[in-house]
């Protein structure tokens, strides 16, 4: 269960960066990102879910 907190507040350290350093530049990546079609967005999520399934499996 420690790892889990751990690698929770890892993801979390590492998505607050591009906030926190590059306001502007971020608040136009979403802007941008809010205009792809939703098919785009879901493979990009699933590409994205399994690169991490793949790496946790690799790992454990």
Avoid: D, H, T
């Amino acid at each position: 269960m420690e790892l889990f907190w751990a690698s929770l507040a890892l993801v979390l350290l590492l998505e607050g960066i591009g906030p926190l350093l590059f306001p502007k530049q971020w608040q136009s990546y979403l802007r941008r990102l809010s205009a792809e079609p939703i098919s785009s967005l879901r493979q990009v999520g699933a590409v994205l879910c399994g690169g991490a399934l793949l790496i946790y499996l690799f790992l454990a």
